[in-house]
C-alpha cells in the first residue's frame, strides 16, 4: 500500500532523512520524495531535480499500522508534518500513475520533450509524459515546464514537470508556378 505523508514545504528531505532511521525496523518497504528533473545536465553532473510536489512523502508499507510506528519513533518529526502524525492512503490510479512516471530505485521523473501544433495543441514525443497529454495543464515554454494537475492521496495538486516543447514546421510551402 502507498501512503501520501503531509510535510511543510521545503522541508521534505529532512523529513525523509528523520524517517529513514526509523523506516526497515518499523517495516516500511519503500520511502521517497517523488522528484523531477527540471533541466539539462551539465557536464560531469546530474541534471538539477526539485520535488514533484511541494511537501510531499511517499511511504510504501504492508498496513498503516507500519506507517504510524515509523512516524511514532521519529524523533523530530512532528514539528515538519502539516497534518500531525498522519499518512493518507493513496488510490490505485494515483499508484500506477506515479509508479508509470517513475521507477523503483530512482523515484525521478525524467525530462520530456514535444511539440506545439497549431492552436498551441501539445503532443508529448518522448519522456514520461509521452502519451499522458490530458494531465498538462499549461506550458511554460522558457522555462521548459508543464503544469501537471494529479490527484495525490484524493487532492489535487499542480506539480512542475520538466518539458522541452519545440515549434512544428509547416511542410507546405510556397508552389513555384512557371
Avoid at 504492508?62 to 515538519?80: M, S, T, V, Y
Wanted: proline share 7%.
Amino acid at each position: 500500500m502507498w501512503f501520501a505523508i503531509n510535510v511543510r514545504p521545503g522541508c521534505e528531505e529532512r523529513a525523509l532523512a528523520l524517517l529513514q532511521e526509523r523506516a526497515l525496523p518499523d517495516g516500511l518497504e519503500e520511502l521517497f520524495v517523488p522528484r523531477v528533473e527540471v533541466g539539462a545536465a551539465r557536464e560531469g553532473s546530474d541534471p538539477p531535480e526539485e520535488p514533484l510536489a511541494p511537501g510531499l512523502l511517499v511511504a510504501v508499507a504492508p498496513g498503516k499500522r507500519e506507517i504510524r510506528a515509523a512516524l511514532r519513533h521519529a524523533r523530530g518529526i512532528d514539528e515538519l508534518l502539516l497534518d500531525g502524525p498522519s499518512a493518507a492512503e493513496m488510490e490505485p490510479g494515483e499508484v500506477a500513475l506515479l509508479g508509470a512516471l517513475t521507477c523503483p530505485g530512482h523515484r525521478t521523473v525524467g525530462f520530456s520533450e514535444g511539440l506545439v501544433g497549431t492552436g498551441g495543441a501539445i503532443t508529448v514525443t518522448s519522456g514520461p509524459l509521452c502519451g499522458r497529454e490530458n494531465l498538462i495543464r499549461r506550458v511554460r515554454h522558457r522555462g521548459k515546464r508543464a503544469y501537471v494537475r494529479m490527484s495525490v492521496a484524493g487532492q489535487e495538486v499542480e506539480a512542475q514537470v520538466g518539458l522541452r516543447v519545440t515549434c512544428r514546421r509547416s511542410t507546405t510551402g510556397a508552389v513555384a508556378t512557371g
